[in-house]
């Protein structure tokens, strides 16, 4: 994967960047704020509806699944580790409890949606234009990271020169146990450092000798937002304070550790709809 | 015009001044090549220039550099990317966004340049460097060649009027470097932007400079026309005639290395398509062919890097395609085209325990084989030297010194002679023909036809994935073309 956009002819690439990255924003946060297995299991589906007209739904199953191998270390940690009442069967002298399993779906619920959303920022979002829009915020530390997407290629690349120098001194990668390959890898490590350290400088002089820094900036694709983009934008913007609201007013938290289950009234209902609609514009995209 | 006033700079942290009582000036719409052997401290005049000497760099500053009557000391350099543009050797650390267009329109942006005149001026440096085809292409897709131009059309679209250039061409082979400095040429005539150069391969770019300063331990010691520095270039090992160091070659060796038949292909676009290969012992066969030909992917074939999809390489009678590169490595030696790869360890000595202690050698030899290898390649002086503290020449047969301490049989190089200077490159063509005359075989990947002039006793030209003899005659009149229509 040498570059991770790819500019797919779909509707949600042709809308602007701006309410795109509204939209990211108010889902990776609703990740945090949101523990509730219903709450987060309808806005899961929701992004990944929006993946699908988006076209990346492959690329963004490809992060998914390393993601489904961190949940499985969460299952494991939180079933064995965690207390609860109400036992549903023994592991030997474990316990596993419905309170623990509860809130392992909740925990990775939450991973999967946090991914989706930087998926969607990813493969949907063209990254000259997040850094454009994002630079509105913070310029520099907006560049530091449209330059790590610029330079990943390049050090994938140092990374695979320095492990075939490696290779020509010597140290085998792929023989032996796990122990002896982690210590061949570390190798590594040291030269990659440099070579980056080195780039870095060289990245700095040149920018600096390209005026970065030097003082007003312009940006050479502002476009005017029409008004459809600008409501959307208003309406992801506004899902964020709605969902802090609603974080504060306790909707879509649940303890499950404190043996909270499913218990919901027709408030839910409304809420989550509620909110859904707020989101639901991003499915009409740019338009055809 | 740019005026250097009695110059000296000293780098934190390091002694003697890098330049020392520097004076110059340099008009607008000059062609100006700066040349010296590594370390004279031409880059950083360079980087004075501008500013980034001393603002990014920091250290002890005497004298002074006025741009259009601008004191370098008062202005960021940022501030003069409007009046000085610049481009650096490496295209790969330069570019900054992620796609031509947006690139084009970074430094534009920086300088506040009206949207409207902005995208205007990207139209119409894209169309002038022939990029509007690769608009939207992601730049590390491209080649060497085009993110080079990419680097200088980037620059140009800003306007300034004077342009420094860093050895531009050190990654780019003969006819893409010709294309590149015929460019330049172009806009000093057309766009009268005073060009000031600085460049190690002088055969291939001393016939377009008007002007040539010549440096050695930080001053200027020659500056005038092209043919009154001349002589000084000559007396300096600057440049020197072409001298073929081979001359005992009787090419009947035993074969130590063969490869039949070698298809190879990346993502189903074939590179190598039957490439055949006997190497004999006692050999210095140098491989030529344009850049993205092949030539990188075909040597790693050999010693198991990557494996051929048909055919097969045998080394020293065993076939290599069920072995790893590290069980080869005794055998085989490999050098990549980035010597920093090969140099992480506090000093010189470690980092050749390392390869030692790798290659499972006993502890009793240690000491033998490192004395050998720095002394084969004039390295004693460093053996506790912090290895990335080394200039290039030095780095480079530093990193050869990580792979010649497992006393391989074959020797792989794949462009061991970028960024070196003359009298670099001669050193190392003299340790290489030192080592083929002890009876080593030594490949090497190369643009440089003097180089393969000089030392090579074979000669493979790789096109459409198969290697073709060509003969070393024709190197040396290549070189000495090159030579001669530099006006030497």
Known sequence: ?288 | MISVESLTFTYSGSDPPVLREVSTEIHEGEFVLVVGRSGCGKSTLCRALNGLVPHFYGGLFSGRVLVDGRDTRKTTPSKFADLIGMVFQDPENQLVMTNVENEMAFGLENLGVPVPEMKERVIRYAEYFDLRRFFQRFIPELSGGEKQKVALGSVLAMKPKYLILDEPTSQLDAENAALFLDFLTKLNKEFGVGIILVEHRLERCLRYADRVILMDEGRIVADGPKNEVVPALRERGLLGTLTRMVNDVTGDGDMVLSAKDIHFSYDHTPVLNGADLVLARGELVAITGANGSGKSTLIKQLNGLLKPQTGNVTLLGKDVSSVTTASLAREIGYLGQNPNDYLFEETLEKELEFTLSNLGVDEKEWNERIEWTLSVLDLARFRKAFPRDLSCGQRERTALATVLVGRPKILVLDEPTRGLDYWNKTKLGSVLENLRRQGMTILLVTHDYRFIAEHATRVLRLEEGRLLEASVDQMIFLASESAATGGV
């Open chain 1, 1 to 288: 994967m040498l570059f991770p956009y790819k500019g797919t002819a779909s509707r949600i690439h042709r809308l602007d960047a701006r309410p795109k990255i509204a939209f990211v924003l108010a889902v990776f946060i609703s990740s945090i704020l949101l523990s509730d297995i219903l709450y987060l299991s309808v806005l899961l589906a929701f992004t990944l509806i929006v993946t699908a007209v988006a076209r990346t739904l492959r690329s963004t199953w490809s992060l998914l699944r390393y993601a489904a191998y961190v949940a499985v270390f969460v299952i494991l940690f939180n079933v064995l580790l965690s207390s609860g009442r109400h036992v549903l069967f023994m592991i030997g002298p474990i316990a596993v409890t419905s309170e623990s399993i509860l809130f392992s779906i909740s925990m990775c619920l939450r991973l999967l949606l946090a991914v989706s959303a930087f998926a969607l920022l990813t493969f949907a979002i063209h990254p000259d234009e997040a850094l454009r829009t994002m630079s509105k915020v913070g310029y520099k530390t907006m560049t530091a990271l449209s330059l790590s997407t610029r330079m990943y290629p390049t050090i994938a690349a140092d990374s695979r020169n320095i492990m075939d120098s490696m290779r020509a001194r010597g140290v085998e990668f792929d023989e032996g146990g796990f122990l002896s390959k982690v210590r061949a890898r570390a190798n590594v490590v040291m030269p990659l450092l440099f070579n980056s350290l080195d780039r870095s400088i060289a990245i700095a002089e040149a920018m600096e000798t390209r005026g970065f820094g030097a003082g007003k900036r312009t940006n050479y694709s502002e476009t005017r937002l029409d008004r459809r983009q600008k409501w959307m934008a208003a309406f992801f913007v506004s899902s964020i304070v709605v969902g802090i609201a609603l974080f504060v007013f306790g909707y879509g938290n649940a303890d499950y550790l404190n043996g909270a289950g499913f218990a919901y009234g027709f408030d839910d209902v409304i809420v989550l709809a509620a909110y859904m609609v707020m989101l639901s514009p991003i499915l009409t995209g740019g338009g055809e």
